[in-house]
């Protein structure tokens, strides 16, 4: 016989084993639908591999990719330490990349445009965020209906402004205009899309890390999330933690838009976030909620959105495989967790 | 003025906003029987996306519209299986599993959408539900054209309503969903099976959301497209809150939903030209937002939802 037992505490090898083995299985189970759209299973992911990871180039364009997941990855871990359910990272980052491209748009220094860009940006995010924080805190509203729902409102108001004021009409497509050569964000590696957004979200990682484990704010932030009574009644304010947390998660949710806008497209158009706000919510299951965890994660979902590409060019396996192994992948993940709460005993010798 | 109300407030109106409803009613049901049990399920979108994809493609390659709602029923249970299992039987996060689940079926549906129809220029249709006029009611004045000359699912939607809330409310099984989600503990010590009770609950409302999913493609645009359920899921969950997870006031919510929703396509279409049509699409979300904001103070969710019950805990 065998039982489950409630596990006090965990071997700190937990946290690297687990992720792995959720990919693993994720791959395992996915490889299922690769066999029904007719691929030989061990090319497809091979050639994912190769076109992620394979050579130089390859890997710039998954470091590209992973930079705004590790954004909303990190937004999404520092909500969820405090329990403030932010499923909005998608339209933070909306928010945050239409701010930075109407400051971005306007003629002045390049590394000023930047520094500005960013700042603009992640005050958008942060106040987009401020409002289910605020709805929760002073309505009851529940955190994430709402944040979904601002989703949906932040979607329509860059399309409208896409297609409307921002409507480019040399060409007529639903397209903003470009920001100023002089704010693109400079390129690192000749020849690819490096850019400096990208060394500036594996600087963040361990910067909010640093955040929720070493200092005041982090450790309340940590109290409220596992603890609200506890919290209260050590005189942290919990109200107020709460919605500092909504607009550091919503500050790195827009920041992630911001390095779109100026390292990646230059300018904003209706499809510039291919879902990277609820992947997000997938790096930071995948990282335990832990800030440093969210840079591998953005990294593997990073690896198979591009390889997936590839993929699809080379086997014709629908594309759509790498939305499939997300939502495998933060299941799986789930699942894993459980073997933190509880352990396999044997109970009884079998007679 | 005058004549854009009346180009909004027209004889069709009443239908639109019946029509516009019917898939939020089978939603909000849905969702409404998981929460009384207990169990959140934020994966109501992705069943939504792939119930109305799955009968869609039932329906096109079997061209039996029947056989494509039955199609998206059973997805739409299975998927609310799949959440039950994660959430009920192993006791994981529902925020996060519905997140997992959405996620997963959406993905789905896009992944074998374009295996079966690969990606054509003129996206494949089917030959919808037609309205069929119920004899004499049909014939009333005003309501008979807009409610009773409507998609037999119409009809379903509006027999679901006092259905839903006879079984919630007066049968032994109404009163067990009820008591798993306020207090599983007393239920369980009753002789209630709270992890059965759940999943029965969790698998009703999938497949109600499925009976949405089928709606959309079926009746209502007659094709499948990657933003054909656009945050209705989301919607429906906001309106069982605001129909305080009552049968008849969250079908209550779902028609004053369609009725702003009625109202804004109306506005799109009239003189309101220089308003940009994005900010009609965003209304009826604002809209769910503020209701929210002023419903969600006295409103009293069931107990037990978002809890887990493990039996051995205590």
């Given amino acids: 016989m065998f039982r489950l037992e409630a596990r006090t505490s965990t071997p700190a090898w937990f946290n690297l084993v687990l992720p792995f083995l959720a990919i693993v299985v994720t791959l395992i189970l996915c490889s299922g639908l690769i066999a029904v759209a007719g691929a030989g299973v061990i090319e497809a992911y091979g050639v994912m591999l190769s076109a992620s990871l394979g050579d130089s180039y390859a890997i710039t364009e998954t470091l590209v990719r992973a930079a705004p997941m590790i954004f909303t990855g990190l937004a999404v871990a520092i909500a969820f330490r405090a329990k403030f359910w932010n499923i909005g990272a998608e339209g933070q980052l909306l928010a945050g990349a239409v701010a930075s491209c109407a400051v971005g748009a306007i003629p002045m220094p390049g590394y000023l445009a930047m520094l500005l860009m960013a700042l603009v940006g992640a005050a958008a995010g942060a106040i987009v965020a401020l409002v289910p924080a605020t709805l929760r805190v002073k309505f009851k509203v529940d955190d994430v209906v709402s944040s979904l729902l601002l989703n949906s409102v932040i979607y329509y108001a860059l399309m409208a402004l896409i297609e409307g004021p921002w409507k480019d009409t040399f060409s007529g497509y639903p397209i903003s205009p470009p920001i100023e050569d002089s704010a693109n964000f400079p390129v690192l590696i000749e020849g690819t899309r490096l850019h400096i957004g990208v060394i500036v979200a594996l600087i963040a990682a361990p910067l909010c890390w640093f955040l929720i484990a070493r200092t005041t704010l982090g450790f309340q932030i940590r109290v409220t999330g596992e603890n609200p009574e506890a919290a209260r009644y050590g005189g942290i304010n919990v109200q107020r933690v709460l919605l500092s947390t909504a607009l550091l998660s919503g500050a790195l949710a827009g920041l992630a838009g911001v390095g779109e806008v100026g390292g990646v497209h230059f300018q904003v158009m209706s499809d510039i976030s291919p879902g990277y706000g609820y992947s997000g919510i997938v790096v930071a299951m995948l990282a335990r909620l832990n800030p440093l965890g969210a840079v591998p994660a953005a990294l593997f979902l990073a690896a198979v959105m591009t390889g997936a590409e590839a993929m699809s060019r080379a086997t014709g396996v629908p594309a759509f495989l790498s939305d499939v192994i997300q939502g495998t992948a933060l299941l799986a993940m789930l699942v894993a967790l459980l073997f933190t709460a509880y352990r396999i005993r044997r109970v009884g010798a079998p007679s | 003025m005058s004549a854009v109300f009346e180009q909004i407030f027209q004889v069709g109106f009443l239908a639109a906003i019946i029509r516009i409803a019917t898939p939020l009613a089978f939603a909000t049901l849905g969702e409404m029987f998981s929460e009384r049990a207990g169990v959140l399920n934020l994966g109501i979108e992705g069943i939504m996306l792939l119930s ?235 809209f769910t937002i503020a209701a929210m904001a002023f419903m969600s103070r006295n409103a009293v969710a069931p107990s037990a939802l978002l809890k887990p019950f493990r039996r051995e805990e205590r």
């Fill in chain 2, 52 to 286: 109305a994809m799955a009968g869609f493609t039932a329906a096109n390659l079997s061209g039996s519209l029947w056989l494509g709602v039955l199609a998206a029923v059973l997805v739409g249970a299975l998927m609310g299986a799949l959440h039950a299992l994660f959430t009920v039987a192993l006791g994981l996060s529902q925020h996060v599993c519905g997140i997992g689940v959405t996620l997963f079926s959406s993905g789905l549906a896009y992944f074998l959408y374009r295996l079966i129809f690969g990606q054509q220029s003129v996206p494949p249709s089917i030959d919808g539900f037609k309205p069929v006029p119920i004899p004499l009611l049909s014939d009333i004045p005003i309501l008979g054209p807009a409610v009773f000359n409507q998609f037999t699912l119409v009809y379903l939607a509006i027999l679901a309503i006092p259905l839903a809330a006879f079984v919630l409310y007066r049968t032994p099984w109404g009163l067990s969903v009820r008591m798993v989600g306020e207090n599983p503990r007393a239920a369980d010590s009753a002789g209630v099976s709270v992890i059965a009770t759940r999943f029965q609950a969790v698998i009703l409302g999938g497949a109600l959301m499925g009976l949405a999913g089928a709606f959309l493609t079926m009746a209502q645009f007659n094709a499948f497209t990657f933003g054909v359920v656009s945050g209705r899921g989301w919607v429906a969950i906001a309106l069982v809150v605001f129909g305080r997870w009552d049968p008849w006031r969250s079908a209550g919510a779902a028609l004053l939903f369609a009725f702003v929703d009625a109202l804004q396509l109306r506005m799109q279409a009239s003189g309101l030209g220089h308003i940009p049509y994005e900010a009609f699409l965003m209304l009826p979300f604002i």
